[in-house]
């Protein structure tokens, strides 16, 4: 039996800072490809150890209520969703400057198609987006 229930920022069980950092960094229902600089620098999502900007990030194009089956009855380990999603990947484009908070500028995109996502749960919550799959070719290692 799920017993996770959101309740304002908190969450009932142990996994709570992992799922807050997930569903903080990747998703955004109704995320346009336009907002990829605004929503990263008001997130503060960049690599905390160095403040050096992420290369790359991906916004899940979800209702919350999608986002938070993505792993209903998945205990743990990664799954690839059945659903087909759309999402917004935000690509750093002055990464040559190895540029630093809050100098980061993206360029977002958005794949034609929508496609089933990679990501690993803990506690039948989300916490690390691994990628997506297009047909038998498997992205997991590009898309961040």
């Known amino acids: 039996m799920n017993t996770t229930k959101e309740m304002g920022n908190h969450f009932t069980n142990g996994y709570s800072n992992a799922y807050q950092k997930f569903k903080l960094q990747h998703f955004k229902e109704g995320m346009r490809i336009s907002e990829c600089d605004s929503v990263i620098r008001d997130r503060n999502i960049f690599d905390v150890a160095t ?53 980061c500028q993206y360029r977002g995109s958005s794949p034609r198609f929508a496609k089933r996502l990679i990501v690993d749960c803990k506690e039948r919550l989300p916490v690390h987006f691994v990628g997506y799959k297009m047909g038998v070719v498997d992205f997991s290692t590009i898309a961040q």
């Open 51 to 103: 403040n050096l900007c992420k290369p790359t990030n991906t916004f899940i194009n979800a209702p919350l209520s999608q986002f938070l089956a993505l792993c209903r009855g998945n205990e743990a380990g990664r799954i690839t969703t059945n659903n087909l999603f759309t999402f917004v990947m935000c690509q750093l484009t002055n990464g040559a400057d190895q540029p630093r908070q809050p100098d």
